[in-house]
């Protein structure tokens, strides 16, 4: 996982550190009561007087979003303090009516936490400084009128939805473990319920931080930051990128300047965006229009209480008690809806068998519902994977019906009777059928003669098509195979 990069003689060692702000899911924004907006919303249709900054409006705290920033406190081991406040953020632009933002400076809702991070490396943790609670800002489109004017248009939909923010100790050392860390985080959040994290629509925005030093044990250099990465893959290629050109840059003999840099998907390069002087002047002071908010640790413990069983904790139950492999563990857990089928189907048939159900629905099923087939009924998968287990239907069989049971009901047990799917196992049967098979294929049994391997495959295809799909595939090989030998 070391970030050592080399070229030109010198060997340098890569500091990460990663900013996220995430849009929680809540039905209101942040202060007000107007719903959160979608992009089917006309602009500037989800707004009142609050959220467009209008002078005398009022803020109100939106309970679901505090208590879902509590609960991500919780999930990533961070501290929650007793009694928090708001603060403004002062600054000016467009996209902010009311000239400051409402956030949290010195008392975060969550702070010191972690999140464990799996890697093609192994196994490492990253360091949360802080989560804390804020407010979005409204969405600015620049446009260029057919006459060649150009025009700024602002949507306030967005304005004041709750947003998260979440910091890293400048913990990371390379750009994949910095995507895995950003995808852990939203694979967290989604668990939770406490935010979609959709990256392509902008629910979810990136932003790293990485610079370089001569050693990993000498003090760190100047940063970069790097933002508009719209998706994982981005995030990897952009830290990737910067870090091959400060390297090269310093080669060069030059030095890094402290700036904001924007990622450009078509070129796959960063750009300047912005110089960055050491820290902005906010004119933090505490937000006056709301009240200190007291955070009972009997408040804290209830939503606890209510978190779902986490990823890291259910991979390591499914490598631990049900013996799958970290991988295999690490894929369902990956995706939700895969991990909530095997959960549904074991609970239907606790006894069936955990590794073969987790390579139908890490194989079968993920494969499936990534081409948009429909969702399968839990309980009849679970009969449908048993059956395959048990060797009463083929695995081909059990494909052929997976596709049906996606596509609407469907009762396994009763279709394997009624259309006699059960596999023909009967070593007598399937020598009569590999026989006439045999008989009726005298150019295969040349080729066969002849030195020609495939010869074999094509008459097992031959003998499953005359058992009409339901011969046990790996007997009727070894049959076949014992029938030309004998030849
Ligand atoms: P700001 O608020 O100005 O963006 P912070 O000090 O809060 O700056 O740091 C923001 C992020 O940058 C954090 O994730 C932190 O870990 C990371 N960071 C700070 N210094 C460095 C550095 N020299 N190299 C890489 N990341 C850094
Ligand atoms: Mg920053
Ligand atoms: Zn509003």
């Keep these: 996982m070391s970030g050592k990069v080399a070229s030109g003689g010198s060997v340098r060692s890569a500091v990460i550190g990663i900013e996220i702000h995430v849009q929680l899911r809540t039905a209101t924004k942040m ?28 803020p109100t705290p939106n309970r679901a979003a505090i208590e879902k ?69 409204a969405r600015l489109r620049h446009e260029r009128a057919g006459d060649g004017s150009r025009a700024s248009l602002i949507d306030y939909n967005r304005s004041g939805v709750a947003l998260l923010e979440i910091v890293t100790e400048p913990d990371l050392r390379d750009a994949e473990t910095s995507r895995r860390y950003a995808e852990e985080l939203r694979l967290l959040l989604r668990t939770i319920g406490a935010a979609d994290a959709e990256m392509e629509n902008g629910q979810m925005r990136v932003e790293a931080n990485v610079s370089l030093r001569d050693s990993e044990e000498a003090p760190f250099g100047t940063r970069v930051e790097v933002k508009n990465m719209n998706s994982f893959r981005s995030v990897e290629r952009a830290i990737a990128f910067e870090i091959a050109r ?41 937000e006056p229009d709301l009240p200190p908010l007291a955070i009972s640790d009997a408040w804290i413990a209830e939503i606890r209480a209510r978190l779902p069983e986490l990823p890291a904790a259910r991979r390591a139950r499914y490598v631990a008690d049900l013996g799958l492999t970290a991988y295999d563990a690490g894929v369902l857990v990956g995706e939700p809806r895969a991990a909530s089928l095997f959960e549904a189907a074991r609970a239907a048939q606790p006894a069936l068998d955990a590794k073969l159900l987790a390579n139908w629905v890490a194989g079968e099923y993920l494969r499936a519902a990534n081409e948009g087939a429909g969702e399968p009924e839990p309980k009849q998968f679970a009969a449908l994977v048993a059956a395959v287990g048990a060797g009463e239907i083929n695995g ?49 049994l040349a080729d066969w003669r002849a030195g020609k391997q495939q010869a074999l495959g094509f008459l097992v295809g031959q003998a499953m098509k005359a058992s009409k799909g339901r011969g046990n595939p790996a007997r009727l090989g070894e049959i076949m195979r014992r029938l030309l030998d004998a030849q």
């Design 31 to 58: 202060f007000c009561p107007c719903a959160i907006p979608t992009d089917a919303d006309e602009p500037n249709s989800r707004t009142c007087p609050t959220c467009l900054g209008l002078p005398g409006a009022l």
């Design 69 to 137: 920033v509590i609960a991500v406190g919780a999930a990533i081991g961070a501290k929650t303090p007793s009694t928090t406040r708001w603060d403004r953020k002062n600054y000016f632009y467009p996209d902010l009516p009311k000239g400051y933002q409402i956030s949290q400076l010195d008392l975060p809702l969550a702070e010191h936490g972690s999140i464990e991070v799996t890697t093609s490396a192994g196994v490492g943790s990253v360091r949360i400084r802080r989560a804390h609670l804020e407010e979005d800002t």
């Design 246 to 286: 400060q390297n090269e840059l310093l080669d060069a003999g030059g030095s890094v300047t402290q700036e904001t840099r924007g990622w450009d998907d078509t070129s796959e390069t960063t750009y300047t965006m912005r110089a960055k002087e050491d820290s902005h002047d906010y004119r933090y002071f505490p």
């Design 396 to 444: 081909a069989t059990g494909k052929a019906l997976f596709a049906e049971l996606c596509a609407g009901p469907l009762d396994i047990r009763a279709v394997i009777t009624e259309r006699g799917l059960a596999q023909i196992s009967d070593d007598g049967a399937l020598e009569a059928i590999a026989a006439e098979t045999l008989a009726a294929s005298p150019q295969a």
